[in-house]
């Protein structure tokens, strides 16, 4: 199996070359979309400092039923609609939560085009029950 893909790889480099560049910059601009990207240990640390604020997008229900220690709740669909709430927390980075990070970069995206020092949780809330941290009700 190895083999073949050597051979080929071999046999048409500029179609695999293509594939890697293109590879690259899909990588490269998932990666600028929306912001940087925190860990759970790293969205801890700049709370504790009291240098980030958290915005936990899902809906009010899955707020309800699990969410980070003074998170705000804003969902997603009223994140523009409700900016103005955020101005107070202008000189913190406001940190975005969803369901699994896949909807919070480009909210953060938003959010930078606003002014505003933005990131996302990697991998959303399920990587925090992933680590087992704390959730409140």
Same mark, same amino acid.
């Not at 601009?29 to 790293?42: A, I």
């Given at each position: ?5 050597? *051979?080929?790889?071999? &046999? $048409? ?10 590879? =690259?910059?899909? %990588?490269? $601009? #998932?990666?600028? !979309?929306? +912001?940087? &990207?925190?860990?759970?240990? #790293?969205?801890? *640390?700049?709370?504790? /400092?009291?240098? *980030?604020?958290?915005?936990?997008? !899902? ?5 309800? =039923? +699990? $969410? %980070?220690?003074?998170?705000?709740? %804003? ?6 609609? !409700?900016?103005?709430?955020? #101005? /107070? $927390?202008? =000189?913190?980075?406001?940190i975005l939560v969803d369901a699994q990070g896949q909807h919070s970069g480009g909210h953060a995206r938003e959010l930078m085009k606003s002014g505003f020092t933005a990131? /996302?949780?990697? +991998?959303? %809330? &399920? &990587?925090? !029950? ?6 409140? /009700?």
């Amino acid at each position: 199996m190895v083999d073949h893909l050597i *051979a080929f790889a071999t &046999s $048409h480099y500029l179609l695999v070359g293509a594939f890697v560049v293109l590879l =690259a910059l899909l %990588i490269a $601009h #998932e990666v600028s !979309r929306g +912001g940087r &990207s925190l860990s759970t240990g #790293e969205l801890t *640390a700049l709370v504790n /400092k009291d240098q *980030a604020v958290v915005v936990d997008l !899902r809906p009010v229900k899955d707020f309800a =039923a +699990g $969410h %980070i220690v003074g998170a705000l709740n %804003i969902p997603q669909d009223k994140l523009i609609a !409700r900016i103005a709430e955020l #101005e /107070k $927390h202008k =000189a913190k980075t406001i940190i975005l939560v969803d369901a699994q990070g896949q909807h919070s970069g480009g909210h953060a995206r938003e959010l930078m085009k606003s002014g505003f020092t933005a990131a /996302k949780l990697s +991998g959303g %809330i &399920s &990587s925090w !029950r992933a680590d087992n941290l704390p959730l409140v /009700k």
